[in-house]
T-cell receptor
Framework: ETGVTQSPTHLIKTRGQQVTLRCSSQSGHNTVSWYQQALGQGPQFIFQYYREEENGRGNFPPRFSGLQFPNYSSELNVNALELDDSALYLC??????????FGPGPRRLVL | KNEVEQSPQNLTAQEGEFITINCSYSVGISALHWLQQHPGGGIVSLFMLSSGKKKHGRLIATINIQEKHSSLHITASHPRDSAVYICAVKYGGSNYQLIWGAGTKLIIKP
């Protein structure tokens, strides 16, 4: 069974730039959720995509946007990067409401 | 006040000790996860609970829905158990949104 994978592993950007993070969901899963984990804190829900549509959103500004593709992989896009966007970004996929599979490791974005 | 509170924030113990990490939540939930996060590594789901108790190897998780409280226990702790342990609750209807605790950093000394 193919697990959840994320890319790239690390990113260094400057303020004002744009970034795209990618997530391949586990085989058989049609839902992807994205989380941001700031240093020393628990992950915060950004949004969820289900069958290519946004299916829920946390308290993040519109410069955080996403996509889900027909193969259920997903992208997280962040525009006009700010220093506070420096964090680990975690992707999780699910087949339904009961389980989630998490990526092999959060991906660090450093500004 | 955070919707999910964990205690302690940090815990250092000697190898072999019995470990307890607590999680309290203030919202209505349908399930609670215990997860393990290693430095620079991935997050591993240890348990998902909606009632009662689950055991896997040296790990035991319990939940009391009425008291809105869950505990994660580690018996015969080992240095390889050193990690951050996170409690997350499933909240809401069809959206599988998790609300996460801040985590408990556990260090087991040999």
């Amino acid at each position: 069974e193919t697990g959840v994978t994320q890319s790239p592993t690390h990113l260094i950007k400057t303020r004002g730039q744009q970034v795209t993070l990618r997530c391949s969901s586990q085989s058989g899963h049609n839902t992807v959720s994205w989380y941001q984990q700031a240093l020393g804190q628990g992950p915060q829900f950004i949004f969820q995509y289900y069958r290519e549509e946004e299916n829920g959103r946390g308290n993040f500004p519109p410069r955080f946007s996403g996509l889900q593709f027909p193969n259920y992989s997903s992208e997280l896009n962040v525009n006009a990067l700010e220093l506070d966007d420096s964090a680990l970004y975690l992707c999780a996929s699910s087949r339904g409401p009961e389980t989630q599979s998490f990526g092999p490791g959060p991906r660090r974005l450093v500004l | 006040k955070n919707e999910v509170e964990q205690s302690p924030q940090n815990l250092t113990a000697q190898e072999g000790e019995f470990i307890t990490i607590n999680c309290s939540y203030s919202v209505g939930i349908s399930a609670l996860h215990w997860l393990q996060q290693h430095p620079g590594g991935g997050i591993v789901s240890l348990f998902m609970l909606s009632s009662g108790k689950k055991k896997h190897g040296r790990l035991i998780a319990t939940i009391n829905i009425q008291e809105k409280h869950s505990s994660l226990h580690i018996t015969a702790s080992h240095p390889r158990d050193s990690a951050v342990y996170i409690c997350a609750v499933k909240y809401g209807g069809s959206n599988y949104q998790l609300i996460w605790g801040a985590g408990t950093k556990l260090i087991i000394k040999p």
